[in-house]
């Protein structure tokens, strides 16, 4: 049996939950693997089935061939809907590759995309590529545009691609609003969730049509595995099915069986994200080489009532800007650090520091500040440590820019 087909009995029994605790603990899991309450690694490219006439039906089978899903991918695609609340959901390789499956599949000439000024970068440039091979016009607003993203709309607008908070900037935008808007103009929303895991944050709910996942973030957890995903409301399921079919694109089984187990610790990591990344976002407030910290849940953020209303806690992810006159003392400063690592991902339990520039990344906004902007992913090991591995790195660039 799949876990497409078991969905209800293996989720949440007859008492589906509305918690996601229990939702993370329960979701896409399985009464049909002999009672392992993780669902196996299935390795599978060929399905055999037992007689000419079910070949002859494989197309209604639950498992008919391993690019279209297995009961691994299967359970985690379970999962991931019965935390969004979207009628499916299907995976990809990369965060990446789901973003651009999505932009594909409503691509088409003389077609206009709206798209935040405060995108994942990867994403604007794709959107330029879009537009030199294949005419797609890109429109970049600003992401704090909220119902004010009417006047942009034009009889050739397919799509509005939301990311709250913003990536580099975080921005909240007002996603009830754009979805009015787009609503009554017949337009598809996306919004990327990764920040939020799917936990602090319910798009559906606010009326966007597709949440895309780098579920090789918070979903997954560990910094081991790579995974996307597209969970999709009714009206667009069947058009991302296809386009996933179309590509060629599947998720490795191991990817996916990792990301799943991560997925079963998700709120309870995110809890302790939440609480760490406050800690230390109010520790780098008070400090005098910090002009300000970008951290949507303190009260200094610019949208930190709109984020209230819309979310429900903060990641360890968010932004400082520091003082810096000589960006060579930027190396001594990130040399030097304990316990805070450089690379360019996020949502795993380890915490990373890396100095950012906006050069070439914006063109419908500014940023509000001249320092040198850094992002900041705040893990699980204690705040304590973090804050004083922070405070050593802070001492050491004033040492190494008071001369500039």
Known sequence: MSAHQDKKAGQTGTHPSTNDETIVTHAGRSSGHFGAVNTPVYHASTILFPTLAAYEQKATAPVRYGRRGTPTTMALEDAISTLEGAAGTVLTPSGMSAVTTTLIAHAGPGVEFLISDAVYPPVRAFCRRLNEQFG???????????????????????????????????????????????????????????????????????????????????????????????????ANLGKMRKAISDFGLCAGPDDAYLVLRGFRTLVTRLKQHNENGLEVARWLEAHPLVERVIHPALASHPQHALWREQFTGASGLFGFVIRCRDKAALGPMMDGLSYFGMGSSWGGFESLLIPVSLDGKREATRPAWQGQLMRIHVGLEHPEDLIGDLDRALERLSMADSGA
């Open 136 to 234: 797609v016009e890109t429109v970049f607003y600003d992401p704090c545009i909220g119902p004010d993203i009417a006047a942009l709309v034009t009889d050739r607008t397919r799509l509005i691609w939301m990311e709250s908070p913003g990536s580099h900037t975080f921005e909240i935008q007002d996603i009830a609003a754009i979805t009015q808007v787009a609503r009554a103009h017949g337009v598809t929303t996306v919004i990327d969730n990764s920040w939020s895991g799917g936990h602090f944050l319910k798009p559906f709910r606010l009326g966007v049509d597709i949440v895309v996942h780098a579920a090789t973030k918070y979903i997954g957890g560990h910094a081991d595995a790579m995974l996307g995903a597209i969970a999709c409301n009714d």
